[in-house]
């Protein structure tokens, strides 16, 4: 069946897209031609990453190209909740503000805990209102396509490359939904090793053996569908066809797939690994999110953990003396101007401005490199401004440190919390005029790498309100010319 557009919207929209900002050239082209021209399946939970390379584009410009389109009502953005061990995707939500971090898979059944670097995925699909694909509506889909296409990622591979959904699919012996107050029949041969049945809405599970002499009777075995279970049903069957007639004792239609796993197959165990996605955490840090979509928030009380980030703290020295010498108006005007400066390098380096506080900026990095990449970028930005006011000096101190932290929402903006905001912002402290302060943690290969050109100490510093002494690396403000 041809793909039906909705022409006038999509035209309107791709204008409105082509105005937001600048892109490269036949970007918004190949955007467009995805929309009318690929099947349903490539238009489901786009991966920005394997868009950007099976095109030879640049990564983060796809991801402000998918982001810009969603604002725009191009698409609509998934937050994906997987499995590492089997690549389900337990939950597929519409918003942050729904994410979690505690969540159980049913095909493993194992509880799991997510943080923004790993297993919390940002997909996008086409919105219905400009064309509608088969995924808009997976209650219609075959029993099938719910749960090895709807209910499970591509992404996740084995060493060869090969998606284990594929796999998956070909130990797969019987699928079926389940008609609400009714019982379905369905069997499986099975010669040895073990029958895997799960239900995606994790209401029935089960792992049987096969073991002994092959049977001469039919075996049949009752499964109820009923309530949220949290482990696997054991039992065991001799070689030969197995019946199992699942019952469904609630009023709402569920699904239940019977697999045959090879003798020795551990459920949860196979190496999996995932190909490049985007993540909470490069969402988070990445500039066009935190202005495009203002009102996605963390509601749950825990936040959501980050297991590494770096932060950026600046701040103007002298800035009292600043507004007592050229006063209020006039040094407001040039805060607000190094404000959109240093807004800028964050964004070049991929980063994000989480907050300003008076004169001060934080902004998170997805690694040091770039933090330090973009403090140094910032220091001869502002030094280059400062040129053209001689009587307006701005003095920038820069501190940088990594480490784990909790996403929160802190007056209805995203936000860090953590002892690491704690540190970041006492080692800027440190710093004296135009000088940058990088903590041991942050000062890995990379930076020291970068930093060779560099006038680079080491100190052991006392931070206000940390016990422990914290090793740091100053680097030095520039020579005078």
Known sequence: MPAIVREDLLDERLAKLETARSWSP???????????????????????FTFARERSLREEEVIDLLLYATSLGLFGMDWLLLCPKCSCVVESLRSLEKVHSHYHCPA??????????????????????????????????????????????????????????????????????????????????AKEGSILGVSPEGKASLLFSV???????????????????????????????????????????GTFWLAV?????????????????????????TQAFRDLFRSEVIR?????SVKDIT?????????????????????????????????DITTRFRGAIIKTIGDAVMAAFLNPADAVAAGLAMRADIAGFNQGQPDRQLILKIGIHKGAAIAVTLNERLDYFGQIVNVAARIQHLAGAD???????????????????????????????????????CISAPAAK
Not at 28 to 48: K, Q, V
Not at 300 to 304: K, L, N, R, V
Request: aromatic letters at 8%; charged letters at 25%; glycine letters at 6%.
């Open 311 to 343: 932060l950026l703290f600046t701040d103007v020295k002298g800035s009292t003396a600043l507004y007592d010498r050229i006063g209020d108006l006039n040094a407001f005007a040039l805060v607000q101007q190094h404000f959109e400066r240093l807004q």
């Open 108 to 189: 493993c059944q194992v509880d799991l805990e997510a943080s923004l670097d790993e297993h919390i995925v940002i997909a996008f699909t086409v919105s219905p209102e400009i064309r509608e694909i088969e995924f808009h509506h997976p209650e219609q889909l075959s029993a099938h396509d719910y749960c090895f296409k709807y209910g499970t990622t591509r992404d996740g591979v084995l060493p060869d490359g090969r998606p284990f959904v594929d796999i998956k699919i070909a130990l797969t012996k019987a699928v079926s939904y389940l008609p609400p107050g009714q019982t379905t029949r369905m069997t499986v041969e």
């Open 26 to 48: 036949r970007l918004l082209s190949r955007l467009e031609t995805h929309i009318r021209s690929a099947d349903d399946d490539a238009l489901f939970r786009i991966n920005p």
């Open 300 to 304: 749950g009380t825990e936040g959501i």
């Open 261 to 285: 796993l090879p003798p020795g197959t551990k459920v949860g165990q196979a190496p999996i690994s995932f190909v490049p996605f985007l993540t909470g955490k490069r969402l988070l840090t």
């Open 435 to 473: 000088e940058i302060y990088v903590s041991e943690e942050a000062y890995d290969q990379s930076v020291e790498a970068a930093l060779k050109a560099f006038s680079v100490e080491a100190k052991v510093a006392k931070l206000r309100g940390i016990e422990q002494d914290q090793r740091v690396f």
């Open 211 to 253: 073991e002994g002499t092959p049977s001469t009777i039919d075996q049949v075995a009752h499964v109820l569908f009923e309530k949220e279970v949290r482990e696997h049903l054991p039992g065991i069957v001799a070689p030969g066809a197995v019946t199992f007639d699942v019952r469904n004792a609630t009023t709402e239609r």
